[in-house]
């Protein structure tokens, strides 16, 4: 590992964001093209790097624990990264450079590309700190930098609907985070400590049962505030507006790497701190999240509504699969982390083939596009193969963690849970025909006989995922080396304390 | 480990060999008859009115209109509920917290 690489995956973002208006300046001052976009995936790379040589590490089985300014556990601050954090922080890298790369294209028609770099590069900072963070409220301040920064982003072209997006997903997400820093507050009352390896430990004394009241009251403002940024219903609410008027590059961003922080925190939450059984809140919310979100989607008229409707819909997937993994399915924790694999790259993937055909079209209505495959046919085919992939269509990577979620269902005793899995799959696909068809099939409006293919930047992004969709579903063991010792790590609450707690 | 739940390369290649040969039946089956339409045939009318083929788009609103019906207790009223309005979002938070309370409570004592 680099030396202190897990603190640069975070304080790299955050300074490059600050410093990205002094470059925006220099940019224009000396006529430099694209030097804002380029700094930005550069820091991106280099944040990818990064990661990787951390993953090294942990997935032999390591707990890194980096004491920052020197304060050793549980009384300073320390970064604490296991395998689930790698697999956290490899994904957010991987799909925030290809977002990165994206927005170069999509947004260089906007102005106060400044300002958008600093905001996105603020979300990955923010981002990485949760997931790496070995402390509860240092958990909290890195979620409100990463979603003050969202706020910002999906109100950034400033038009009505962004604006009232913005706002309503400012006032819920506040109520969320709100709800979170409560929960922080009331753990650190009654046990008097924020480290999460410590909190587990003192927790664990109540074995799970006979808890005080704050506990309870503590953790369900915890799973409240999670479940809200998670978007499951019903606290979905901010997510459809949120995801649709927002630019594209942003839907992409929240839809693929920001879905990885609250699946994050539901994948810890049944094991540290808390420890205590929520697996019937989360097989519950996941399979009301499930069908509500694929029959809502099913009847949008807004290719980006539709698609903020299956993110909701297949983040039901994952908590159900964490969920049934702590009802005895062992697949159902690996099943719902390889799910969240798959679906950032497939979401991201659709969000972008979105965004192409409405920066060529200017539309995002159904009925107002038509018949653009010969147009567009290398958007078309991307889109088809994230469509087939979210539908959990063989041999595309969304059947493989969709298949193993379906094994938990029977592995649980619960077998019409996976007949209820297995028919939302069948109103995803029947969803996604109707987005395919009416996008690229069928007759040409006469006002887009010229359109033309999305620009190359674009296109580099979505052919790279596309291949990572299809490469996965070929190739399952690429996906299971990462999933694997992810979901062991997320069980595994006696390697984690004793690593944090005894400083090795 | 997951080596005896799926087979990809092997399902991929039965994928594939399934869709040629239903292509070759498809073929094989083909029968071409020339077709021989009259002006008349080839226009496209929409309430009496002729249109170009190029304005003529399917309603998108139309597609899985069945599922609509079937489901429409379930539509009217979560399409009702969906108000746009943030009280009455937050009102559901708060009430989604009640519950979640109460499930953790009746789990844990």
């Known amino acids: 590992m680099i030396p202190h690489a897990p603190i640069l995956v975070i304080v790299l973002p955050l300074f490059t964001a600050f410093v990205m208006p002094l470059i925006g300046i220099i940019a224009e001052r000396y006529h430099i093209k694209y030097l804002r976009e380029l700094i930005a995936i550069g820091v991106m790379i280099v944040v990818l790097i990064l990661a990787g040589t951390i993953a090294q590490e942990v997935w032999n089985g390591e707990v890194i624990v980096y004491e920052l300014g020197g304060w050793s556990p549980p009384w300073g601050i320390v970064l604490a990264i296991d395998a689930l954090s790698t697999q956290m922080a490899l994904m957010i890298a991987g799909l925030g450079t290809l977002v990165m790369i994206y927005s170069a294209s999509y947004m260089s028609r906007d102005s106060g590309l400044s300002y958008f770099y600093t905001l996105m590069l603020l979300v990955i900072s923010g981002m990485m700190g949760i997931v790496l963070t070995g402390d509860f409220f240092n958990f909290y301040v890195f979620l409100e930098i990463m979603s003050i920064s969202s706020y910002a982003l999906v109100s950034f072209r400033r038009d009505a609907l962004s604006i009232e997006a913005g706002i309503k997903y400012l006032i819920i997400g506040s109520l969320g985070t709100s709800f979170v820093l409560l929960s922080v507050v009331m753990l650190y009352g009654v046990v008097g400590t924020l480290n999460i390896a410590d909190l587990g430990a003192k927790l664990a004394t109540y074995g799970g049962t006979n808890v005080p009241s704050v506990l309870v009251l503590s953790l369900a403002l915890f799973v409240t505030g999670v479940m809200i940024k998670v978007a499951m219903v019903p606290f979905h609410t901010w997510l459809p507006d949120a995801f649709t008027a927002a630019p594209t590059a942003i839907s992409a961003l929240l839809a693929g790497p920001a879905a990885v922080v609250g699946i994050y925190w539901v994948a810890r939450l049944p094991y540290l701190p808390f420890g205590m059984p929520v697996g019937l809140i989360l097989v519950s919310l996941g399979l009301i999240s499930m069908v509500v979100g694929v029959l809502m989607a099913l009847m949008q008229r807004d290719f980006k509504r539709m698609l903020a409707y299956h993110v909701i819909s297949q983040k039901g997937y994952m908590v159900l699969g964490i969920g049934l993994g702590t009802l005895g399915a062992t697949l159902g924790t690996q099943g719902g982390l390889f799910h969240l694999l798959n679906h950032s790259t497939y979401k991201a993937l659709l969000f972008m083939c979105a965004g192409a055909v409405l920066y060529q079209t200017k539309s995002q209505k159904f009925d107002e596009l038509g018949g653009l495959g010969k147009n567009m046919p290398i958007t078309a085919l991307t889109f088809l193969i994230g469509a087939l992939a979210i539908s959990g269509i063989p041999p595309l990577n969304g059947f493989v963690s969709k298949y193993i979620i379906y094994l938990a269902g029977f592995q649980a005793g619960m077998p019409w849970i996976t007949a209820i899995a297995v028919v939302v799959s069948g109103l995803t696909l029947a969803s996604f025909m109707k987005a395919f068809s009416s996008v690229f099939l069928g007759q040409r409006p006469q006002h887009l006989q010229g359109t033309r293919e999305a620009p190359k930047p674009m296109l580099f992004s979505m052919i790279v995922m596309a291949l990572i969709c299809v490469a996965i579903g070929l190739l399952p063991a690429l996906g299971f080396n990462i999933i694997g010792p992810a979901a062991e790590a997320a069980k595994n609450t006696s390697s984690y304390i004793s690593h944090v707690l005894g400083g090795t | ?109």
């Open chain 2, 1 to 109: 480990m997951f080596d005896f739940i799926w087979q990809p390369i092997i399902v991929t290649v039965a994928i594939l060999l399934c869709s040629l040969a239903t292509y070759l039946l498809l073929l094989s089956s083909h029968r071409t008859t020339k077709a021989q339409p009259t002006p008349e045939k080839m226009k496209n009318y929409a309430c009496g009115e002729e249109i170009k083929p190029e304005e003529a788009h399917a309603d998108s609103a139309q597609f899985f209109s069945a599922v609509r019906r079937v489901l429409s207790p379930f539509y009217r009223h979560i399409q009702a509920a969906h108000t746009g309005e943030v009280n009455t979002y937050l009102l559901w938070i708060v009430a989604g917290l009640v519950v979640i309370l109460i499930i953790i409570l009746l789990t844990v004592w």
